[in-house]
């Protein structure tokens, strides 16, 4: 039977960006390089790593002929490099200039900067150009196209070499008005991309501070470099790979700062002080290891691959070095990497040595104590909990596992012929919200009893070995979701390489029927999958299930994109449960009176996916929006977890602004829907912050930060109801859309509820498949 869908109609496809889904701003450095001018350009990479060492944007490399060996050595200090070639027939239509001159080409070539059409903000940096200091305002820029102005012929004209270019100049139109200034010939014959672009622009260019283009004829006379110093540009003829120029040897010794191997490059990496980029860290530190056997660096890129989900990676690192017994960190992050490949045995011996040292007990101990949580022994997870209590008594995941391991009774199972048995991810105290809600909400779809008499809860991160097989086939049936649980690095393991930390022989051994319900593809913009080890896990899923739902279309295309064609159709749309809430919860009345407040909610896990670098925009924004909102109602925090409560004291910091916080995470369910019935309006980042307050009939605005935001505004066909975190006027357009729903209040409620009902009919559409896949009643 084919369920109720929606019109297709509008519906962003997954195979679009997750950049473009969510408005993330994609930013690149740009440079035209030759082999003249290659030793320059090598240096420029150097001296940006060097000074930034936490800045890794892709880096275009504009070029008409580099060698090989060439393209090599420039891969080889940068893991973001893109190659384009330059359309050099276009320029021989420009007038003036000898068009066989290098110099006149080379300043032609770096126009066709303004032909990228796949990043919002493009930076570009001359060849012989050095980076000295911190170039985080230039990331940040959104509006125009900024230059410095020329130092000595007039503040109405740019300076050539930094030009920092929003997608409103990297258009068809713009390029005209280039090529036809270039045609006509009506500019200033030197500095040709200079003349052209100051000739189109005539003046009009955001302006910047000189020190992020301090041109080196400022120092003549052999003037220090001043230390506000950014960009230190070597214009004119005499470049410092090519013997220098008298009068400017300060200046030259900047330059040869770096003018390293890649050697010393790579150690000089490595020493320096700062944040890092996990992928620069990786770029450098992996041969730096290889060469040194450095145990440190080694910790420190295993670490880089952790974060990026790399876990055999990290592994691998640190298993190629000789870690002393004492070193105890290493052992601790060898230890983490360990258990999140399923090297269960190996990874206690590491964490167990990591105890040794006080700063590292607390949270070695609360390793050990998952590591026998995910192996079922309570009694030993509990133990090692409380040793690192010991050692810190404000350790939380130790306080956490010890809450979660104490030895209460609870309520008497029924007979397993008559319970459904049910994966999920069930949140400790102080958990998510919304995933806390989530799997009493799946089992409503099924059954008006939730509690152990119908169901055998299985947990998700809990090792699925050969006793949870056989529990699992004395039961009418396995029901897995809902939520998120296709996601690399919540609760990683080497099983499946997703959340269920499932075998593939024992899910192979599961004889009675299968049913995936409600689940989402998860990955963030930028998170991978161990592809092999996924792939394989979920097609045999499919081949498994007796029903297969994902949540959201977003996810129904990316999972059958990885699936044969025989197995893709198996592959069906199942909304989340929270958002059919009404429908689902006996005796539910909608609220006869609602409380006059606005709730928002951000989330911060994974900080740098969501926002990239546009946070304190993001923050600036919402300060304009609650100011605004906080007219019309009082506006709240709602916070899921613990880390969402970050933007209420951001805003009082940053911004003066004070709102109420809504402890979420510490509510039973019944009170996480009472309150999101009883508001108005729920403006929320994560995705249970608009999927439940919609199932509760209460309008939502969503905060995208995350694909799957765009992927159920879609299904639902109101994309209007969200607006991006990135948005240059976030603050103008959500209070906009947020005031629209709030002055015709009853019709906007009435929307959510005819669009819930669209949902309603999918799900039960489909709860008549599985009444015949169950042999027994499904709601």
Known sequence: MTATTFSAVGRPSAAASASALTGKRRVAFASFVDENYLPGFLV????????????????IVLHDDLRPSSIAKIRALHP???????????????????????????????LDVFRIRDYDTVITLDTDMVV?????????????????????????????????????????????????????????LDKHDQGILNAVLDGDFVQLDSRYNFVKRRLSGDLAVPDETAILHFTGRHKPWQGGEHGYGKAEDRWREFELSDAEFHAAY??????THHDLLVHYGTPHVARTGDVECARRVALAHIGAGGFQEAVDILGSVHIPVDSAWPHEVYGNA????????????QLLLATSAPNRAATSYSRLAQIAWIHGDDETARSYALDGLSVDPTHRANRLMRLRTQDVPGPREGAPEDQLAHVAFYMPQQGNAGDKLLPESVRLTFDSETGPRRWHSIHAHRYFDEAALERVNSRRGLVIGGGGLFIPDTAPNGNSAWQWNVPDDHLRGIDVPIVVYAVGFNAFDGQSYRAERFNASLRLLV???????????????KVRALLPAELQDKVRFQPCPTTVTRQLVDGWTDPAFRENTVMINAAYDRAGLRFGHDYAHFLAEMAKAVRALGEHAEVKCVAHSLDDEKIAFDLRREHGISMPVIPMYDFENDEIRDTYARTKLVIGMRGHAGMIPFGCGTPIISLISHPKMAYFLSDIERPEWGVSVHDKNLGAVLT??????????????????????????????????????????VR
């Not at 081949?543 to 295309?557: C, D, K, P």
């Open 80 to 110: 973001r490099i893109e190659l384009r070639r330059v359309d050099a027939a276009r320029y021989d239509s420009y007038a003036k200039g000898d068009q066989d001159n290098y110099l006149v080409r080379k300043a032609y070539f770096i």
């Open 270 to 275: 490595m020493a320096g002080s700062g944040a």
């Open 338 to 349: 360990l258990m999140s490949v399923s090297r269960y045995e190996e990874a206690e011996a």
């Open 736 to 777: 906009e859309r947020a005031v629209g729903l709030l002055d015709d209040h009853a019709a906007s409620v009435a929307d959510v509820h005819g669009r819930q009902q669209e949902l309603w009919k999918i799900t039960q559409a489909n709860a008549a498949d599985l009444r015949t896949i169950l042999g027994t009643p």
């Open 44 to 59: 420029l990479l150097r001296s940006l790593a060097l000074s930034n060492p936490g800045v890794c944007e892709d880096f």
């Open 543 to 557: 081949e498994q299930a007796a029903f297969f739902g994902l949540r959201n279309h977003g996810s129904i295309e």
């Open 132 to 188: 000295l200091g911190d170039l985080g305002e230039l990331l940040k820029l959104r509006d125009g196209l900024a230059a410095v102005p020329q130092f000595f012929y007039g503040q109405h004209k740019l300076n050539s070499g930094l030009l920092v270019i929003q997608r409103e100049y990297l258009s068809d139109e713009f390029c005209a008005r280039i090529d036809a200034v270039g045609r006509s010939g009506d500019y200033e």
